[in-house]
Every structure is written in structure tokens, then in C-alpha cells.
């Protein structure tokens, strides 16, 4: 049935019949609809009637957290986030934010619910991973972002007038400062390197020298390495989601980009580049590498690397050889700050990590512009000082 609602124009209730309750009372579903004319809303009512006989109509008012996010999943983000997001999403809905709001009604939540459950994930407890301590600065900003985009959804689709967590202030993320190493630890660790399998050697030279991210570097074809001009092209990203590795662009169009190569290393890349090419012919049937892909890093039979292979090789070499402990990434922030430290344009080094916007790099690197500029200042300051005449 399709009544005509006399409180706004265009807008019409749509009432379909859904048998009886155990009282033996008739039950109707309703849904107000806004459409141009009465024959839309007799389309809207054959597909509104499809919903209720399939049992797969639930009314606004008694949907629950759990059952919208299954909305959300299919309807939204499987289309719109990508493989790596969707599975991160999933793992903090699961694991922090469905234990807390699953049974709760959609409309009933409150932003005081949202100020209250995140407050609760800075407690001892609440990682979930038998860890002491809550859970990062980080998580729980992401864990606000992943709310705020379900939530949004439901307004969108107006299942609720108003999104609770739009006025719940984003967390803060506990500023860290970054860890690398000093030119003399960065000597220290080549020098250690000497003694290791060459591709590792030229891994960790390539992610010293060049900042590319641990995805970008398992990503590396050879077809992407002008050793002629010393030029790598980063168009491509590797990364590990539900169990399989996948490549794909970048995380940001700035990401791909061109970023040359320190002459030192292109007669160690060439001769690498000739046994890698060597192996796979040696190989013969038992190479398993991607048709369309030849790695510049893989295993013994071509296979990509498991994402988490290169930071475990290179806690396990720094701890053999007794060198200050930093993470895999942390060969990224050492390059930008050996360049800051060697007096490199901000804007040079954010081209080259591949950062969207300078003030990314200013934000990360500000310790270290800091000092390089104070290193300046002091320069200028010893031109201007008058000269002590000691004759």
C-alpha cells in the first residue's frame, strides 16, 4: 500500500503486510519515502515488499550496531576501501569495537558512549594482544576514524539524523621522536654489512640511501632500475592482506615518483642484477617467480618476500653485531635525516620519500630541521662576530 504523507511534499508511506505476531495481530512494516510521484512510490514499494518477505528488512529504529556494520561491509566498504584498509578495519571492529557497541541499537548510541569507550582503550587490558598497557595513541585515533566513517554511513542513509562521534574531538597522537642513527652508526653498519649475503647488503643500502618504504623496496622490479642513469622508478607498493601478498600503487599518487641511486651503489647493483638473472636461468622449472614480475628482492625461487622477512633479518644482524637497535623503517628516517643534516632543501627530501605535502616532513623531520637550523644560525653567527686581533 502507498499512502501520500501530507507533511512534505513528494514524500509517501509505504506500508507492506508481514503476517501476524503470536498475539495473531497483524503486522505491517513502514517506511516514509521522498520520490517525484506516486509512480516511483509504487517502484519503491515492490522493492521495499521484496525486503520485508526476504526477512531482510530491519527497521531503522531497532537496527543494532552489529547488524548496520554488516550493511556498511556490504554495501559500502568493500567497494570503497582498499584490500589492506578493509582488513584493518576489520581487525579493530572485531577485536576493540564490537565487544563495547554490537547488541547496542544504532540510534541509541551517544557521543558520550564514544568519549567513554575510548577513554577505556587507554586502560591496562585493552590491547587484547596480552600485553601490558593500553592501546596507542595511533590505534585509537584510527579506532575513532573507523566510527566516525560507519557512522557517517548511516546518516547518509538516513538511519540516523546525526552522526555521535562528528562531535567527539579526534585523539591526540602521542608525538615520539624519531629514532635513527648518526653518520658514525650509519659507517658502523655498513662496515657490519660487508660480511652479509649480498642482497641483503644492497637492501638495506637501498632503503639507507634512497627512504623507500619496506613496501616499495619488496615491490622493486629490475624494469624499474635505470642503472645507465642511476634512476629508480617507486610505482608500486607490496603488502600482505588475507594471506597473500598483493601489488599495487602507492599509497599516494606523490609516492610515485623518481629517486636517484649514489653512484657508489650502481657497480654493486649491476653485478647483483647479473647473478639474480643468472639464478633464475640456473633455476629453470623451479623458479616460482610472477610471470610478469621479476623482483629485484625475492626468495632462493622468485617469490616475494613475506612482508615481515626484511625487519626480522635486520633486528636479528643488528643484534649479532651489537649495533644500536632501530626498526626496519628507521632506515627511512635515517636517509631524511643524514639529507637535512647535509643541508638538503626540505622540499628535495619530501620529493624523494614520496611525502604528498612538505609539512608532512616538517612534521616528522622538525627535530632534525630544528637542529640543522641551529647548526646554520651559528655558522652565520661566526661571520658576524668580530674578529679578535691577536697579533
Known sequence: MVNKSYRWSNSYRLIVEAGYNTDGKRVKRTKTIKVSGRREAEKELAKFQVEVEAGEYIAPEKMTFYNFVDEWHQKYAIKHLEAKTLESYSYMLKNHIEPTFSSKRLDEIKSLHIVSFLKALEQDGSRKDDKSGGLSSTSIRFIHRILKDIFERAVEWKIIKSNPVSSVKRPKVSSSRVEVYTEAEVSDLLKALQNEPQHWRIMISLALTTGLRRGELLALEWDHINLDEGIIEVNQS??????????????????????????????????????????????????????????????????????????????????????????????????????????????????????????????????????????????????????????
Do not use: C
Request: aromatic share 10%; proline share 5%.
Open 238 to 391: 607490496l603488502s600482505y592482506v588475507n594471506g597473500e601478498n598483493i601489488i599495487k600503487p602507492p599509497k599516494t599518487k606523490s609516492s610515485v615518483r623518481k629517486v636517484s641511486i649514489p653512484e657508489a651503489l650502481i657497480s654493486d647493483l649491476k653485478e647483483y642484477q647479473e647473478q639474480t638473472i643468472s639464478s633464475k636461468q640456473n633455476l629453470a622449472d623451479k623458479w616460482e617467480g610472477h610471470p610478469d614480475h621479476f623482483f629485484v628482492f625475492s626468495s632462493w625461487n622468485g617469490k616475494p618476500y613475506y612482508h615481515t622477512v626484511p625487519g626480522t633479518w635486520f633486528r636479528r644482524f643488528l643484534k649479532r653485531n651489537h649495533l644500536k637497535p632501530i626498526r626496519f623503517h628507521d632506515l627511512r628516517h635515517t636517509s631524511a635525516t643524514l639529507l637535512i643534516n647535509q643541508g638538503v632543501h626540505a622540499k628535495t627530501i619530501a620529493s624523494r620519500l614520496g611525502h604528498a605535502d612538505i609539512r608532512t616532513t616538517m612534521n616528522i623531520y622538525g627535530h632534525a630541521l630544528q637542529s640543522a637550523d641551529k647548526i646554520a644560525a651559528d655558522t652565520l653567527n661566526a661571520l658576524l662576530s668580530p674578529k679578535v686581533d691577536t697579533s
